[in-house]
């Protein structure tokens, strides 16, 4: 929180699978406590009767003082049963419901609504969407970024989440933005809503991860006055791939 604090600039955290593994100093709710108390933090435990720590919104608002865009952070949780192998976690349907609900409440007073979410472990639809843009479906939108983990590798969890697809229907979230894949920098737009790995600037994940550049950096998010988003890779060195393991979009060639 120093670290942070020191920028002057309000600050938000969302938890991952790492955070509070066998062996940490302290567990996810005493971590957001500690986040929490940051100078310049607007981070929050949120409710406890719901899984996770630390689902909390964020309200922008306009002039008139009606919530112009939301910000949700999720806890999308650590692992299946509580250890590593039983495979990851998701966000589940209590989140669910109570991000649902409290959007559409405040959509009673804006009608023309929008919101961001973001958490840790991707969606499964991140994977589904890239596959069927692989197969050649042109509904599905490339925005920029690859997927560069070995294999093509998406670390998803086995298990169903409906947050995509309530997402989906209620039509307000229009961004969905999370890591947990250090290499992976894809964007999309995938039922309206644009799905994005955030860049990393990890340098301990992999073994000979240093060494690697492309997915090194920042993602910048607008909100501009008329109300539209836009989302920008923001590398820290040198130009994030715009390769997606042999296909490329045509506009990057004009």
Request: proline fraction near 3%; include cysteine; glycine fraction near 8%.
């Amino acid at each position: 929180t120093k670290f942070m604090d020191a920028f002057q600039i309000p600050y938000v955290i969302v938890l991952g699978n790492h955070d509070a593994e066998k062996g940490a100093f302290y567990r996810k709710d005493k971590l957001m406590t500690l986040f929490a108390k940051g100078k310049y933090s607007i981070c929050a435990r949120g409710k406890k009767e719901i899984s996770g720590i630390g689902n909390y919104m964020i309200q922008l608002k306009d002039t008139s003082n009606k919530t112009a865009l939301a910000l949700v952070m999720l806890d999308s949780n650590m692992y299946s049963n509580s250890w590593f192998f039983s495979g990851f976690d998701w966000i589940h349907e209590d989140q669910t419901d109570w991000c649902m609900r409290r959007l559409e409440k405040l959509k009673e007073s804006n009608p023309k609504l929008k919101a961001l979410a973001f958490f840790h472990i991707p969606p499964a639809e991140m994977k589904e969407a890239y596959e069927k843009m692989k197969l050649g479906d042109h509904s599905i939108r490339y925005q920029h970024g690859s997927i560069a983990e070995s294999g093509e590798y998406f670390g998803i969890s086995n298990n169903k989440s409906t947050f995509f697809s309530k997402a989906v229907k209620a039509g307000i979230i229009k961004g969905m933005f999370f890591g947990h894949d250090h290499l992976n920098t894809l964007s999309l737009i995938y039922h309206g809503i644009q799905l994005t790995y955030g860049m990393s600037i990890d340098y301990l994940g992999y073994p000979k991860i240093g060494k690697k550049y492309t997915q090194r950096g920042g993602t910048l998010i607008t909100r501009r006055l008329d109300g539209t988003i836009a989302v920008k890779p923001v590398p820290l060195d040198r130009v994030v791939s715009n390769r997606i393991h042999g296909i490329r979009d045509s506009r990057n060639d004009r």
